[in-house]
């Protein structure tokens, strides 16, 4: 069982940076592929970010958040990180950070593959 809390929402103006974090309980969070996933009212929720292992594991990064955003992790601490840099209105959601055994590591982007969630974070960025 792995439980997920996120933190570092926020409000921003646009072109402005926010830092989230997601912090992972249990002494297995390495062997979890993590990922962030975000949800506008009204939207599905969609793919922002993931990344396999640390220390130069994959990263994997929605078209619309490429160049802007930059996923790490820190093991040590059991924290992931998404770090949003250059931040547009159309960024505003609710964040999830979510974990995918790295056993069974497949579609990164598909959400069903993922077995834990947080409860998510606001962030909303103002034009």
């Known amino acids: 069982q792995v439980q997920l809390v996120e933190s570092g929402g926020g409000l921003v103006q646009a072109g402005g940076s926010l830092r989230l974090s997601c912090a992972a309980s249990?002494?297995?969070?390495?062997?979890?592929?993590m990922g962030w996933f975000r949800q506008t009212p009204g939207k599905e929720r969609e793919f922002v970010a993931a990344?396999?292992?640390?220390?130069?594991?994959?990263?994997y990064y929605a078209d619309s958040v490429k160049g802007r955003f930059t996923i790490s992790r820190d093991n040590a601490r059991n924290t992931v990180y998404l770090q949003m840099n250059s931040l547009k209105p159309e960024d505003t959601a609710v964040y999830y950070c979510?974990?995918?055994?790295?056993?069974?590591?497949?579609?990164?982007?598909?959400?069903?593959?993922?077995?834990?969630w947080g409860q998510g974070t606001q962030v909303t960025v103002s034009s």
């Open positions: 249990g002494r297995t969070f390495s062997r979890y592929a």
């Open positions: 979510a974990a995918q055994p790295l056993s069974r590591f497949g579609d990164y982007d598909l959400q069903a593959l993922y077995d834990y």
């Open positions: 990344i396999t292992w640390s220390g130069g594991g994959n990263t």
